[in-house]
């Protein structure tokens, strides 16, 4: 295959893969939605958290929230756990990597908090203790997976909600996942501030 050739399949994968995945997503991006919405409207905050491409989209979904997605509204309150670069390699250092996001959670989540879990395998160990550290904290969980859900799917709890891309190579998995968090921001500025402009 020429190169050109190999971008084209990239570009037609990603897009078959974003509208066959449309309808299967839609109502579990919508209940993440509300569970959103609910947290922030008492005053809640997002933590999030993922690895590698999930950390910057950790840390994309955080900014759009602290900063602005596409309204004029008020700062809301986010924290990506994966920037804090003396917290993690302390925790890292002085425990073990496993820990970086769940110590984090201990510190700075309370009940009625949102954790945006983000791995593209459901396997990274780290996001795996992070869920059960928000769990101990009555935090709800919204977990971006992809494949079978990996060992994070069985540990979701009724209130929490699995996003799951159906497919397997994980840049086409992150690339839904990017689109799953633009719906998210674009669900929070319409629900929170519907007055605003159109
Ligand atoms: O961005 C990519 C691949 O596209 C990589 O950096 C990838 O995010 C890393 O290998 C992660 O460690 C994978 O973790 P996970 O998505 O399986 O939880
Ligand atoms: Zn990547």
Redesign the pocket.
Known sequence: MSSRERIEQHFFNSAQLKLSAMKTLAPYIERAGHHLLESLRHRHKVLSC?????AADAQHFSSELVNRFERERPGLPAIALTTDSSALTSIANDYHYDNVFARQIEALGNAGDILLAI???G??TN?ICGIKAAHDCEMTVIALTGGDGGKIAPLLTERDVEIRVPAHN??RI?EVHLLVIHCLCDLLDHGLYPEKNP
């Not at 993922?50 to 999930?54: C, E, L, M, V, Y």
């Open positions: 993922g690895n590698g491409g999930s791995s593209t395998s396997h990274s996001v994980t840049a992150q």
